[in-house]
């Protein structure tokens, strides 16, 4: 047994099988006809069954998934970055997170359109409960990212992950992603954990803390969603934050939110990778001497990139403009603009409600204030 067996990717050798567990599921089943109108379902299933490998799966598959949502549910998908990026070279994807599964599904898909390696992406346990989702994640090359462990279980389960992705990248040439922060922003603040620079760090073994990030080769990515189709699905838990309340998940509500990111209208989308961070991590290391101010620099490193690359949209300015009661901003949108988001606005959050509609403008509106912000602060 691999010591990763409790968090690792199907290999190869166990895709066929995996795919022939699930190939009648209800849910695969809903996906192919989905991705693949006009085909018989015995066609599809046919070469399901011939599938061997991971990429195989991707390519003749997923991608076909992730472009048919593309072409149904959003106004296109722009990239920018992509060709700083070397052909058969790993790289470790740092990202803001906005959506559970479209986040790395397209920037898989892009990956792939530029002839670069896809990554094997860390997906939280509570997204793979179902037996199904969990094949799925699997045969998507996701590993498992544990939480709501003891202490001691999740140092233990740190240093698993650390050592995966140190694995999947020095010695499989492949590229990761992970998400900046544990789970999904939801208030339109994307903010770098210094955690997951800690866990990373636990995988260094005989080299350096610099050597090793540089070998990492990490890339920061910024994504963003003109219409997030999970906004009003975020609003109880911004509430029960606001009122400083503990907010408890009601059940079924990750697969929810996982429906309503991949079929929800999202209007237009782009994906920016930045460049690899070398000459920003030698002159960190050589400024710094303590660990913990080294890690600290980096994630204002990771979220300075992360926010300058971020696209803002006509939504992002038309919030902040309702926020402040201004028109401020009017140059970038248009009434019709102005209209739709406000019509969006009455339709998912209760108006009498001052502090959800704050809420929900602000998730809109703080991309704006973040990169305002950090252009103050540039030297």
């Not at 998730?363 to 990169?371: D, F």
Request: hydrophobic share 35%.
């Amino acid at each position: 047994m691999s010591k990763f067996d409790s968090i690792r990717p199907f290999y190869d050798s166990e895709v066929n099988n995996a795919l022939k567990e699930v190939a009648d599921h209800p849910m695969m089943k809903a996906m192919m006809n989905f991705t693949f109108p006009d085909k018989e379902e015995r066609e599809w299933t046919e070469q399901l069954l011939k599938t061997h490998s991971i990429r195989d799966f991707q390519i003749n598959f997923i991608y076909h998934s992730v472009r048919k949502v593309l072409d149904l549910t959003s106004d296109g998908l722009t990239t920018s970055g992509f060709e700083k990026l070397e052909p058969n070279t790993a790289y470790l994807f740092i990202s803001n997170h906005r959506d559970i599964i479209l986040d790395t599904s397209l920037l898989n898909a892009t990956l792939y359109e530029h002839g670069l390696l896809m990554t094997t992406s860390a997906i939280g346990d509570n997204l793979v409960k179902k037996p199904f989702l969990k094949s799925l994640a699997r045969l998507t090359r996701n590993f498992v990212v544990y939480r709501g462990l003891s202490n001691k279980a999740m140092l233990e389960f740190s240093k698993l992950n650390s050592e995966y992705i140190r694995e999947a990248i020095f010695s499989q040439n492949r590229s990761v992603w992970i998400a900046q922060r544990e789970g999904r922003t939801k208030d339109g603040l994307d903010l770098t954990q210094k955690g997951i620079l800690k866990m990373l760090s636990k995988g260094c073994e005989n080299l350096s803390l610099k050597d090793y990030f540089l070998k990492l080769k990490i890339v920061p990515v910024s994504i963003s969603y003109e219409n997030d189709p999970t906004d009003v699905l975020k609003m109880p838990e911004l509430l029960a934050k606001a009122r400083e309340e503990t907010y408890v998940k009601q059940k079924n509500e990750d697969f929810r939110t996982l429906m309503s990111g991949i079929m929800g209208q999202k209007k237009r989308i782009h994906i920016s990778v930045g460049k690899v961070l070398d000459e920003e991590i030698d002159a960190i290391f050589e400024n710094e001497s303590s660990v913990n101010k080294q890690l600290q620099s980096l994630v204002e490193e990771l979220d300075r990139v992360i926010v300058r690359n971020y696209r803002l949209w006509p939504t992002n300015y038309i919030a902040l403009d309702l926020l402040n009661q201004s028109d401020e901003h009017k140059h970038r949108y248009s009434p019709k603009e102005k209209e739709e988001f406000q019509q969006r606005i009455q339709k998912g959050v209760e108006m009498d409600n001052p502090m959800a509609v704050k809420n929900f403008l602000s998730m809109y509106a703080n991309p704006v204030i973040h990169k305002a912000k950090l252009q103050q602060l540039a030297p």
